[in-house]
């Protein structure tokens, strides 16, 4: 008798936005500044036009003083016809404040538990994490790493590549 010892999928750790353990965490509501379909949960998230009321995807200009926290996926979630996550704009979004949260980290990231957190401010992959601080280029025909501000936070686990998510820890602290 023969039986299957490998399979070729593997089920993730958690899903971007979910809350990691039962520790004490914050999480208040902002609503979506993002067009629809735009901001995605485990993200990073900075003030909007409205500070304490919108959120929005960082831009490059962001600074840590502006940063909000990481969208969770907690009851707003909505899936359109063809099946995928789409955060309506206006609707209601919870950010974790502080806690431990699994957030979408940039491609080809991989840190380990107890690197510092980065959130990338520019780009196809801005309110993404990374381990690393960025250095962008100056002046055009240049490339660099994409802008990043410093989180008060750290990374604590490894990355799960196929839900491209790792487990942060945000600091109960100002982050200016």
Known sequence: M???TKYG????IGAAGGIVDVAPHQIDTFLNEEENGV???GAGVVQGSKPGVNIALPKKAATAAKFEGITTNNRTTEYDLEGKLAVRKGAAVGVMRYGKI???VAEGVEPAYGD?????TEGEEAGCFTNEAGTPAS???HQGDPATIAVKA????????????????LFNQAQA
């Open 2 to 4: 023969s039986a299957q």
């Open 9 to 12: 999928y593997s089920t993730p």
């Open 39 to 41: 901001l995605k949960f």
């Open 102 to 104: 699994y957030g979408r």
């Open 116 to 120: 510092s957190v980065y959130l990338i």
């Open 139 to 141: 002046g055009e025909g």
């Open 154 to 169: 750290r990374f604590v686990g490894g990355v799960d590549t196929n839900a491209q998510i790792a487990p942060i820890e």
